[in-house]
């Protein structure tokens, strides 16, 4: 059967999105001299505050310098609003601040911003020297423009139980603030003027906003949510479902892939796991069958996108050597980057019909990644997992129903949890460190926002923090 066998680097080419990143907007020509002499012409900064300076929003020191890279306080961008906004200082505000006295020179503003909602304080304090965060630049700005929050994740380290999860998706939505190239958004990092400059002159006009967002953060399950529109495996059908009219779209079927003779490959069934990412989806499958005992013994990926069509499909099947040809299990995107394991060496008993949970046995796995910056599967560390399967619910054709997925090896967006016979673990995909998590003996594990849900091999349910 001739495939498209493709590297993950083809596809990232084939299939990239732009991604959300600060320096890449395009701003307008001013030939104005800069009147700052730390800033320099031709910075993407600089353009964001020349805008800002001639429509008389912002301003510098006496000294005739910006400071760029200075932290912007609570006061300072509340200054910044009021002026964006064209709203005028309340003439006699009645509210107090336990830490700003009506005699100061930051009073009005803060009292004019609290009235209006935009910005305000906690138990009487508003704390106008503060250093302002990203989160609470994109809480602001949010309010400040009356910007919907929005719930779609954006962010690998955002997740829905961050107070500022609604806000920062709204930002990025709203082309106003982007995130960095390993798809965070650093939240709790201190925003500078120039950024904070930046952000605004987004907000203010569309002509300068960044380019259209994309999400770092994949959606995974037998039944994937975006835009109105639900996505899952149905039969031998890769299925999208209206949710208003409940209308069902046919993307693929199984008789759209190429046969192979001697091989047996099921590429959809009820049951299989997809991963939803911006406009493409992933669909681990089985790439061969053993047609006497009826259960898979090679895995692989394929990728189309949320139109369907067997000519936007590609292969991703990962030949790391030829002893791990299409062994690539545990598949998860994150942005432009994928991650998934195989087998250090290969379980013979792949080759018989051994998937129950009776099994207690470890197994040594190879975490890969790739993105375009690699260039090539890097092997990212070498780990033992217990050998348990996720169940294939829904399916009745086979004796043998598994997907690829271990359920001794879950992903968030930035940590690998895994568990074997010395415990709990968690390895963190940005920083590569590993931590011991508990001593537990799990038979299963479940991931929420934070917390890891453990089951161990007496069935005790446990609930271990991330």
Request: hydrophobic share 35%.
């Amino acid at each position: 059967m001739k495939r498209f066998f493709i590297s993950l680097v083809t596809l990232f080419l084939l299939f990239s999105l732009t991604p959300i990143v600060e320096a890449e907007t395009e701003y307008p020509p001013y030939n104005d001299p800069i009147p700052f002499k730390d800033l320099q012409k031709g910075n993407g900064a600089s353009w964001d505050v020349m805008f800002l300076y001639k429509k008389g929003i912002i301003g510098g020191y006496p000294d005739g310098t910006f400071r760029p890279n200075e932290p912007i306080t609570r006061a300072q961008a509340s200054a910044m609003l009021l002026k964006a906004l064209d709203i005028p200082l309340l003439r006699n505000p009645s509210v107090t601040f336990k830490d700003v006295s009506k005699q100061s020179s930051h009073y009005l503003t803060l009292a004019t911003i609290n009235e209006k909602g935009i910005l305000r304080g906690e138990n009487g304090f508003m704390r106008p020297a503060e250093q302002t965060t990203r989160a609470q630049m994109a809480a602001i700005l949010r309010r400040a423009f009356d910007l919907p929050l929005e719930q779609k994740p954006m962010f690998r380290d955002v997740s829905t139980a961050h107070w500022a999860f609604g806000d920062i998706n709204s930002a990025a939505l709203n082309r106003i603030a982007g995130g960095y190239q390993d798809g965070t958004f650093k939240p709790g990092n201190p925003v500078t003027r120039a950024q904070f400059s930046s952000f605004l002159a987004r907000a203010i006009d569309d002509k300068m906003k960044l380019p259209e967002p994309i999400s770092y953060v994949s959606q995974k399950g037998i039944v994937v949510e975006e835009d109105g529109f639900m996505y899952t495996v149905k039969g031998q059908k890769l299925v999208k479902i209206n949710k208003k009219t409940k209308e069902e779209t046919v993307l693929l079927t199984e008789r759209d892939f190429p046969t192979q003779d001697g091989v047996f490959e099921v590429h959809l069934e009820t049951g299989f796991p997809i991963i939803l990412q911006n406009n493409m989806i992933y669909v681990p499958y089985w790439a061969a069958v053993s047609q006497v005992a009826d259960y898979p013994y090679m895995y692989g990926v394929f990728q189309t996108n949320k139109h369907g069509a067997i000519n936007n499909t590609r292969y991703m099947d990962i030949a790391i050597d030829a002893n791990h040809a299409m062994s690539m299990r545990n598949f998860n995107v994150y942005g432009h980057d994928y991650y998934y394991t195989v087998e250090k060496n290969l379980r013979y008993f792949d080759y018989n019909p051994i998937f129950d949970e009776s099994v207690n046995v470890d197994q040594t796995l190879f975490l890969y990644h790739d993105s375009p910056n690699t260039m090539k599967p890097v092997k990212v560390m070498e780990f033992d997992a217990r050998v348990i399967f996720e169940r294939l619910d829904g399916s009745t054709r086979f004796s043998t129903n598994i997907t690829q997925n271990n359920k001794s090896v879950k992903f968030d967006p930035t940590t690998m949890f895994y568990f074997n016979k010395k415990g709990v673990f968690a390895y963190n995909l940005l920083d590569g460190k590993t931590k011991k998590l508990s001593t537990i003996q799990a038979k299963d594990m479940k991931l929420t926002d934070k917390t890891v849900e453990i089951t161990d091999v007496k069935g005790k349910k446990h609930s271990l923090k991330k």
